[in-house]
Every structure is written in structure tokens, then in C-alpha cells.
């Protein structure tokens, strides 16, 4: 029995190319990521942006929101790694009724 090894090869990487459409044709679209290197000492700080906390909408205030939101803040800056902006310069206030929850907390 004869085996031609070159027409082998070529239909394993015809398999193979057909797996690698497949599988490029059935996985979902990239997201962007957004790396922190922590490993760098001396890289820039990212600034960032940290609203007040609110209650829903119905919810009664209470002191809970500012003071996790300080708790936060303080937490981040103890990393080094962002540069807080200041709420002043905010385009508006949060408005707590467009915050979908379900979906951010995937």
C-alpha cells in the first residue's frame, strides 16, 4: 500500500484551515480592554472619574452613598495608579434612574 504523504498533508491543512473559519466565524466580536500595568513603578496615572454615589429612585437618602463613595476614592488612591478628577469639572450630575444595574454587573 501506497501513501502519498503530500496529499495527506495537504487535506490535514485544508481540516485545519477549515476548523480555524469555523472557529473565527462563531466567536463574537473583540472588546477593547483596558490594561493596568501595576509592574512599572514610574507609569502615568490614569484619571478617573468618581460620582457620588445616589439612592434609587423612591429610596430614602442617607449618609451611606458620600461615605462609600470617600471609601472608594481613598481605596483606589492607595494604589498610586489614578489621578482623580474633580466633581466640579463633571459634565452633570448622575442621574440614578439611567443606571441599568442588570446589565453593567454582567
Known sequence: MIIDNGRVMR????????????????????QA??????????SRRL?????EFQPLAGATPDSVGPMATRMLQKNLEFTGLF??????SFLGKANPEQVEYKRAGR
Request: charged residues 15%; glycine residues 2%; contains cysteine.
Open 11 to 30: 487535506r490535514l491543512l485544508l481540516v485545519v484551515c477549515v476548523a480555524l473559519l469555523a472557529a473565527a466565524a462563531v466567536s463574537g466580536p473583540a
Open 33 to 42: 480592554r483596558v490594561y493596568i500595568d501595576i509592574t512599572q513603578p514610574f
Open 47 to 51: 484619571p478617573i472619574a468618581i460620582p
Open 83 to 88: 489621578d482623580f478628577l474633580d466633581p466640579k
